[in-house]
């Protein structure tokens, strides 16, 4: 079965460093996310991205995050300073269409995020 | 109101018995509407896909009521493996790429 990959699966950082996530999405998907889920809380919307640009973001998703795709197979998810706050399980998630009811979501396994 | 509420359980459960969770949506105009299944620390996965006609997929069936704008899905003959959380999730509304996830609700079987 076709799977999303993600690395790492853990960072430790310290407060103020950048941090970039990677992600493998399903090959012939065309659409790529981010989404975060804080432990103990809801899983979070960051950012949707479709043909090599940003196509929604969330609130959270301010100045300080920035999203790639630097070659035909890896996505990734740079946070420039990190912050406490920002410590969580990352997901990369990837869906073939945005058609309503075909836009599923498969997700990595996750990159948990701590920062000190 | 929330946009997506779920009630957060833990419902506990006997093996074998039939357990029903219900999820309310805010936005009448969504269009999409899943249930994901959650493991304790691992990613979301896709359990079904909830239809307006109502679907079955072995011992889980979902329900879309767009007039009440909630959702539920029912899990006959529970087992151990079953015990996870359930996430309703459903797109934001004008928006194709964005869903939207309840906080869950938290099965429990037990033997």
């Known amino acids: 079965e076709p799977e999303v990959t993600q690395t790492p699966s853990h960072q430790v950082t310290q407060m103020g460093q950048e941090v970039i996530l990677r992600c493998v999405p399903i090959?012939?998907?065309?659409?790529f996310y981010w989404y975060r889920q804080i432990l103990g809380q809801k899983v979070e919307f960051l950012v949707s991205?479709?043909?090599?640009?940003?196509?929604?973001k969330s609130e959270i998703f301010d100045d300080q995050f920035s999203v790639e795709r630097p070659d035909g197979s890896n996505f990734t998810l740079k946070i420039r300073s990190t912050k406490l706050e920002d410590s969580a399980m990352y997901f990369c998630?990837?869906?073939?269409?945005?058609?309503?009811?075909?836009?599923?979501?498969?997700f990595g396994a996750g990159s948990r995020l701590t920062v000190l | 109101r929330k946009e997506v509420e779920q009630d957060p359980g833990p419902f506990n459960v006997p093996e074998g018995a039939t357990v029903a969770f219900n999820c309310t949506y805010s936005n009448s105009a969504s269009q999409s509407f899943f249930w994901y299944r959650q493991d304790c620390r691992k990613e979301p996965k896709l359990l079904m896909s909830v239809y307006s006609s109502g679907n079955e997929d072995g011992r889980f069936t979902a329900q879309l009521n767009r007039a009440s704008q909630y959702i539920s899905l029912l899990i006959r003959d529970s087992k151990l493996s079953d015990s996870a959380t359930y996430l309703c999730v459903v797109n934001k509304q004008d928006s194709s790429y964005k869903l939207i996830f309840g906080s869950g609700t938290r099965l429990l079987v037990r033997p």
């Open positions: 090959s012939n998907h065309l659409y």
């Open positions: 991205f479709y043909n090599n640009e940003i196509s929604e």
């Open positions: 998630a990837s869906s073939e269409s945005i058609l309503s009811g075909a836009n599923v979501l498969t």
